[in-house]
């Protein structure tokens, strides 16, 4: 270890043991090492909590989690689906870390308006980029002023009361049928949501105003379109299994697609190696998908059902064809097939399109093509992976040179992929590679004041949101959601009610 850091932190002997994966420290420092987080998402509650493990209490080490928004949670809160409260169990051990004394928390703060990152980076000793992404990809880029075209991102954070998307409209009342560009876990989400009945969702975290749209939805048949085929899908079996089990829903599978997904399996069969893993997940998906196929040829399964969710394989959508008014009416393909040459597994096959191309009518198009991470100011940005390029976390430059001590983690760090329980595995690199440059005397103390941070951003008028603030709010909604019997907190929707609500609860 350098004698510099060695001096600063006035350790005999600090050093982090792998086979134990824990920190050992010997002697007593007598400063405060302060890092910071930006995001309070999955990865910054996952680095956070890695982080408090490793380190020991007797360290002086503190953390500051700044998020824009004045909750934390991140996708938590605002991108699992509201009939899925087991996954949003997570926000309890969210909760328990941010109880941790080594832990602040201030929300409503936006990095780049009122902060700059360059100014934060001088208060800590290093600074964590866990901003997730924010933006969606898209397959029309020209498409401005088409009506009936969203994005899958807008509708998720739409029906779970994400403040700057309260005031959507989506004409649910007014359509018949939704096509949906994609066939992730996202596009199975939107689909049941729209699919399942409206009494389901009665006791869930929904917003209110979503949850309304969806008693007037005249929404009758979803079409979900992939460009591969069903080897090839990214949703999970349990996401597949929750739509086939809808039981006012038709599962409808075209003849051609089996086929033709029959002759890719045979024909990569022989080309590519998949892992046991992988293996093992594709059959189960696939026998799935082979019964649904089966159930949707019988005759009497199909009578009493009243709304239909249907899957195309096998199809790259060309254009957007629209009426005069500018109300997008059909949607044009092209079909495509699987190329074996050159394929490293089944489910990393590509495809090239053929001569043959589709018109599918409907009334509202979804993209669920997956997301992306925005560019910060001043920081490296990949634009054709959209993320951060980075070594084990560490932010690098173009020349791959390692700018410390600015690091990153989660879907900013490694692309929008993975459950969240990704973030986990993810934040442990991150956060092993910060232990080594704090280890090694790349990660520098810095003599500052952890009150400066607040009294900058009193300086600015911005109000920003504490730990204690956060609890507050918290529970306050929490207690309205048991007074609604919501499995959940019954969420303010807006960055004014929080002040109010503030300031009512601290008043008693």
């Not at 090694?440 to 941070?453: D, L, P, R, S």
Request: charged fraction near 30%; proline fraction near 5%.
């Amino acid at each position: 270890m350098p004698t510099h850091f060695s001096k600063q932190l006035n350790l005999k002997s600090l050093y982090y043991n792998v086979k134990e994966n824990r920190f050992r420290l010997h002697g007593s420092p007598n400063i405060v090492t302060k890092l910071c987080i930006v995001g309070s998402g999955p990865a910054g509650f996952f680095t956070a909590l890695r982080l408090l493990k490793l380190v020991p209490p007797t360290l002086n080490f503190t953390i500051d989690i700044f998020e824009k928004l004045p909750f934390a949670g991140g996708l938590v809160r605002y991108g699992v689906a509201p009939d899925h409260p087991e996954t949003k169990r997570v926000m309890s051990t969210f909760e328990q870390c941010l109880r941790n004394t080594r832990i602040r928390f201030l929300g409503n703060v936006k990095i780049g308006e009122d902060i700059k990152l360059k100014e934060l980076r001088r208060f800590y000793a290093a600074t964590i980029l866990c901003t997730g992404a924010e933006d969606n990809r898209t397959c029309f880029p020209q498409a401005s002023g088409v009506h009936g075209l969203y994005s899958a991102r807008r509708f998720v954070n739409w029906y779970n009361g994400h403040p700057e998307y309260v005031n959507e409209k989506f004409k649910l009342s007014e359509s018949r049928t939704v096509l949906i560009l994609g066939n992730g876990n996202v596009a199975m989400d939107i689909s049941r949501m729209m699919l399942k009945s409206p009494t389901e969702l009665e006791n869930t975290d929904i917003s209110p105003y979503a949850l309304e749209e969806l008693w007037k939805s005249k929404v009758e048949r979803i079409i979900c379109v992939g460009r591969r085929g069903p080897a090839q899908a990214a949703y999970t079996i349990k996401e597949f299994r929750e739509l086939t089990k809808l039981g006012d829903v038709r599962i409808s599978i075209l003849d051609e697609d089996v086929k033709q997904m029959n002759d890719d399996l045979r024909i990569l069969g022989k080309k590519v190696r998949d892992t046991e893993k992988s293996a093992w997940r594709r059959k189960r998906i696939l026998n799935l998908f082979n019964e649904c196929y089966l159930s949707s040829n019988l005759k009497d399964c199909s009578s009493s059902k009243k709304r239909t969710f249907e899957l195309k394989y096998y199809r790259r959508p060309l254009q957007l064809v629209t009426d005069h008014a500018g109300r997008i009416t059909h949607v044009e393909f092209q079909k495509t097939r699987l190329v074996p040459e050159g394929a490293e597994s089944f489910e990393h096959a590509e495809f090239q399109p053929t001569e043959t191309t589709e018109r599918i009518p409907c009334d509202l198009v979804f993209e669920s093509v997956g997301y992306k991470s925005v560019p910060i100011e001043g920081v490296p940005f990949d634009y054709e992976r959209f993320l951060i390029p980075n070594v084990r976390g560490a932010v690098i430059s173009d020349k791959q040179t390692q700018l410390s001590p600015l690091y990153c983690s989660g879907w900013v760090k490694r692309g929008p992929r993975g459950v969240i329980l990704s973030s986990k595995l993810d934040a442990e690199e991150t956060v092993d590679k910060i232990l080594e440059d704090l280890d090694t005397g790349v990660i520098e103390y810095k003599e500052t004041h952890q009150a400066e941070v607040c009294d900058l951003l009193k300086t600015r008028n911005r109000r920003f949101i504490t730990k204690n603030d956060w609890f507050a709010l918290y529970n306050y909604e929490l207690e309205q959601g048991r007074a609604s019997n919501i499995s959940g907190p019954k969420k303010i929707l807006s960055v004014e009610q929080v002040w109010r609500y503030l300031k009512e609860i601290k008043s008693g």
